[in-house]
């Protein structure tokens, strides 16, 4: 089944503990992404990969780091999380040619205390 | 950066009548405009898009229109039924791969 998966489901965590969060995906995409959704200011897209080893800003980088060492992975880290990056986080993936077709993952909630 | 600003916050509609939401963006070199939607619980999908270079889509019950003059871009749900009953979201973006999304629209249906 093609699908993109994210972990965990949830977490809560303290100020400052580094953490991350996975994101894989079993459909040879090239792009991926990671957005984070807060009340009020919708979606808003941190970073992005365009393939391996490619990656880019979006929006709101601040706080976060990824990296791209693989296809199928995109892992979204937080090296010292603060209150502010409490937030539900979707991970996406989509073919390189083809906009029309991302998947998103099913979400984490993060809590930072 | 690119600034996208979505309106109305929230839209309620009775079953049948049409339902618009609208969206102006900032960067003139934006040439993609996607929008979204996210049912309560569940993640985002991608409903319909459009490309700069095409004035209006359709897709059965909705249409999204654009106009490049004045940055702004429509989405309209005609016929407006229960399962319509979501979050809406548009987008913009001028490469296919940073996007800007708006705030987002509720929108209600009631029956």
């Known amino acids: 089944e093609a699908q993109v998966t994210q972990n965990p489901r949830y977490l809560i965590t303290v100020t400052g503990k580094k953490l991350t969060v996975t994101c894989s995906q079993n459909?040879?995409?090239?792009?991926m992404s990671w957005y984070r959704q807060d009340p009020g200011l919708g979606l808003r897209q941190i970073y992005y990969?365009?393939?391996?080893?490619?990656?880019d800003k979006g929006d709101v980088p601040e706080g976060y780091k990824v990296s791209r060492k693989e296809k199928r992975n995109f892992p979204l880290i937080l090296e010292s999380p603060s209150p502010n990056q409490t937030s539900l986080y979707f991970c996406?993936?989509?073919?390189?040619?083809?906009?029309?077709?991302?998947?998103f993952g099913p979400g984490t909630r993060l809590t930072v205390l | 950066g690119e600034n996208v600003e979505q309106h109305p916050s929230t839209l309620s509609v009775q079953e049948g009548d049409s339902a618009v939401i609208k969206c102006t963006y900032s960067?003139?070199?934006?040439?993609?405009f996607p929008w979204y939607k996210q049912e309560l619980g569940k993640r985002p999908q991608l409903i319909i898009d459009?490309?700069?270079?095409?004035g209006e889509k359709k897709d059965q019950r909705i249409a999204v229109t654009l106009n490049k003059t004045a940055k702004h871009f429509s989405l309209h749900i005609t016929e407006t039924q229960p399962e319509d009953s979501a979050v809406y979201f548009c987008?913009?973006?001028?490469?296919?791969?940073?996007?800007?999304f708006g705030a987002g629209t509720t929108v209600t249906v009631r029956a």
């Open positions: 996406a993936s989509r073919p390189g040619g083809k906009v029309d077709t991302q998947y």
């Open positions: 987008a913009a973006s001028k490469n296919d791969y940073k996007l800007s």
């Open positions: 459909m040879n995409h090239e792009y």
């Open positions: 960067d003139s070199a934006s040439n993609y």
């Open positions: 990969s365009m393939n391996v080893e490619v990656t």
């Open positions: 459009i490309r700069s270079n095409v």
